[in-house]
Every structure is written in C-alpha cells, then in structure tokens.
C-alpha cells in the first residue's frame, strides 16, 4: 500500500514554456502532498508543502508565481513550471503521507520523480 | 526539526552486515527517526522509523540509543542492490515536512 504516483517521468520542454506535473496517491487519500527537487548529486530540497483545498506554503526562497502548485483532490497535486529556463532542469519529486490521525507519525511515500529538461 | 549528521559514503562487502550511524544529538523527545534510501534516478523509498525501540522490518533494523542522540540502520546481509544513498531524518509529530541532509552512500562490494 501507499503508492505515489508521478507523471510524466522525463519531461523536455522549450525555454519560455510551461511543464504541469503530476502527483497521484493511487491507495490513499492525502491532504497534504510536499514537492522536492534534487539537482545531480545533490540532496532533495523541499519546495513546498501542498494543501488539499488551500493554498501551498512554499519553503523560504522559493518562488511561488513560478512553481504554481495546485492540489484540488485527496489524491492529486500538481506542480507547474511556468516559463521554464534551463536552470529549471532538475529532478522533482512529490510525496504523500498517510493521515492516520492527529501526531501521526506515518512516514512520507515519494514517487518516481520527473526529470526535466529545459532547452 | 533536529539536525542530522551521517558520514558521507560508506563500503560493504556483498553478504555483510550494512552498518549505516546517524547523530541527532538535539533530537527531542517526541522526533521520531526515520530511514529512506534512494537509488539513482528513482524516488526515496521508505525503509523504516522509530521513536526509542529498536525497530525491525523485512527490509532492515535500526538500533536507537538510550539517550536518543543516534542510531543505526542495519541491513543484516547487504546486496549489490543496496547499493545507494541513505538518508536519516528526525521529525516530530507536530511538523509536517521531512528535510533530508547529506546522506550516505552505500557501495555495496561484490
């Protein structure tokens, strides 16, 4: 149980547009979803934290009109890259945690990932 | 969140024992330690967490001293397979998000 599903895998887009991302729990519901990226032999960086049904809180220095988070079920948040430049190129992650009450400490699910690559 | 320290890379010959430290020396008293590896190109996955009792799974143990200020991840015969980079992470039940240090990483030896 507690799969997280990520789509698509490996994403190339042109400078200048726009990549969605797509982040699933497929076995579970999820009223928070966290966005990371991991740039090569780096660790992940929390992005931000997607809240079902309210805003994203975004970790300090990270730009919220360019990373558009948008989380509108239990188990779907999405992740745009607006206006992508080649220092977007990454590796992002998402992640959903099982809810099973209030201290839960239930471990975070990650999916595959999607690497981007901007040219 | 407390922070967490873990040597940079680490061998292990095929069949051994894995033998993975992690310091948290400011954990506090509700931080749970949790354990995730992540291989190249794919997303972390879970392998196992605690609060104070030494905790095992199909997949490893880990051994949390008295005092709390580290712990062990064990994986009791290494494969080819585990080899990738383990990261510890301590949060408490309050705190939502899940911050990953540097890691470890594994070379596992034929």
């Known amino acids: 149980g507690a799969v997280v599903s990520q789509h698509p895998s490996r994403v190339i887009c042109k400078s200048g547009t726009s990549v969605k991302i797509e982040c699933r729990s497929l076995?579970?519901?999820?009223?928070?979803m966290f966005w990371y990226r991991q740039f090569p032999k780096k660790s992940l960086m929390l992005m931000a934290t997607?809240?079902?049904?309210?805003?994203?809180?975004?970790e300090q220095g990270v730009e919220k009109d360019k990373f558009l988070i948008n989380h509108a079920s239990l188990t779907l948040s999405t992740l745009t890259v607006t206006s992508a430049h080649p220092e977007d190129s990454s590796f992002y992650i998402c992640?959903?945690?099982?809810?099973?009450?209030?201290?839960?400490?239930?471990?975070?699910?990650f999916g595959n990932g999607t690497r981007l690559t901007v040219t | 969140d407390a922070k967490t320290t873990q040597p940079p890379s680490m061998d292990c010959a095929e069949g051994r024992a894995a033998n993975l430290p992690c310091n948290h020396s400011?954990?506090?008293?509700?931080?749970?330690v949790y354990w995730y590896r992540q291989i190249h190109s794919q997303g972390p996955q879970y392998i196992i967490h605690?609060?104070?009792n030494n905790e095992t799974n199909e997949m490893a143990s880990l051994i949390i001293t008295e005092d709390r200020k580290s712990s062990t991840l064990i994986l009791p015969h290494a494969t080819l397979r585990d080899t990738a980079v383990y990261y510890c992470?301590?949060?408490?039940?309050?705190?939502?998000?899940?911050?990953f240090g540097t890691g470890t990483s594994l070379t596992v030896i034929p």
């Open positions: 992640s959903a945690r099982l809810m099973d009450g209030t201290g839960s400490n239930s471990p975070l699910h």
């Open positions: 076995d579970f519901q999820a009223t928070t």
């Open positions: 997607s809240n079902e049904g309210s805003k994203a809180t975004y």
């Open positions: 400011t954990i506090s008293g509700n931080e749970y």
């Open positions: 605690g609060l104070k």
């Open positions: 992470i301590v949060r408490g039940t309050t705190g939502n998000q899940f911050y």
